[in-house]
T-cell receptor, first 112, second 109 residues
Framework: ETGVTQTPRHLVMGMTNKKSLKCEQHLGHNAMYWYKQSAKKPLELMFVYNFKEQTENNSVPSRFSPECPNSSHLFLHLHTLQPEDSALYLC???????????FGPGTRLTVT | TQLLEQSPQFLSIQEGENLTVYCNSSSVFSSLQWYRQEPGEGPVLLVTVVTGGEVKKLKRLTFQFGDARKDSSLHITAAQPGDTGLYLCAGAFNNDMRFGAGTRLTVKP
C-alpha cells in the first residue's frame, strides 16, 4: 500500500466510449503525474500537475484529457481512443516535481 | 535514443548469485531514483541517490551514483526469488521525468 489508489484496476472500452480513470493520494503531496506504460517501452510521462496547475503535457493526443480538482485527486478522461492506446496507466505523486514518486497500482486499459 | 540507458535488458540467474545492473546517461542528473516493479503493480521506490560518488545500501542491495552524476549501478548480493522484478532508474531532466526501459530480473530457486 503506497498511499496512492487508482480505480478502476481494469477497463475494457470500445473506441467510441467515454470513460475516466481516477487517482487519489493520501500522502499530502503537491505534485501528481499520469504515465503510460506499454509493453517493451519505457514509462512515458503524459501529464504533470504541480499545486493543481498543469505544468507538463508531453504531446499527448487530445483524446486524453486530465483534470486535477484538488491536490489529492487526479482524473484522466478518455474518449474516442484507439487500440494502440491499450496500456497500463499509472498515477504517481511526489512532494515537489522530480522528487521521489509513489505510484498507484495502475489501470490496465484495453481498447477494442 | 533514450536519455537513460539500462543494461542488461534481461537477466536470469540462480538463487544465491550476485548481480549488477546499470543505468547510464550522457546527461548530468541532480538525482537518480531506483524503483522495482512487479507484474500488475506500479513501481515501488527503492532509493534516491543525490551526491556524485554516493553509495547507499538497502539490506542486500547496494546503489552507487557515478562521480559525474551521469550513471548509477545497482548490485544485489545473494539474490533471492523475491528479488524478481523490473528494475527501473529515473531522473528529472528539463521539467520532464525520464525513466529507463528497465532491467527485467528473474531469480530462479
Amino acid at each position: 500500500e503506497t498511499g496512492v489508489t487508482q480505480t478502476p484496476r481494469h477497463l475494457v472500452m470500445g473506441m467510441t466510449n467515454k470513460k475516466s480513470l481516477k487517482c487519489e493520494q493520501h500522502l499530502g503531496h503537491n505534485a501528481m503525474y499520469w504515465y503510460k506504460q506499454s509493453a517493451k517501452k519505457p514509462l512515458e510521462l503524459m501529464f504533470v500537475y504541480n499545486f493543481k496547475e498543469q505544468t507538463e503535457n508531453n504531446s499527448v493526443p487530445s483524446r486524453f484529457s486530465p483534470e486535477c480538482p484538488n491536490s489529492s485527486h487526479l482524473f484522466l478522461h478518455l474518449h474516442t481512443l484507439q487500440p494502440e492506446d491499450s496500456a497500463l496507466y499509472l498515477c504517481a505523486s511526489s512532494q515537489g516535481f522530480g522528487r521521489e514518486q509513489y505510484f498507484g497500482p495502475g489501470t490496465r486499459l484495453t481498447v477494442t | 535514443t533514450q536519455l537513460l540507458e539500462q543494461s542488461p535488458q534481461f537477466l536470469s540467474i540462480q538463487e544465491g548469485e550476485n548481480l549488477t545492473v546499470y543505468c547510464n546517461s550522457s546527461s548530468v542528473f541532480s538525482s537518480l531514483q531506483w524503483y522495482r516493479q512487479e507484474p500488475g503493480e506500479g513501481p515501488v521506490l527503492l532509493v534516491t541517490v543525490v551526491t556524485g560518488g554516493e553509495v547507499k545500501k538497502l539490506k542486500r542491495l547496494t546503489f552507487q551514483f557515478g562521480d559525474a552524476r551521469k550513471d548509477s549501478s545497482l548490485h544485489i548480493t545473494a539474490a533471492q526469488p523475491g528479488d524478481t522484478g523490473l528494475y527501473l532508474c529515473a531522473g528529472a531532466f528539463n521539467n520532464d521525468m525520464r525513466f529507463g526501459a528497465g532491467t527485467r530480473l528473474t531469480v530462479k530457486p
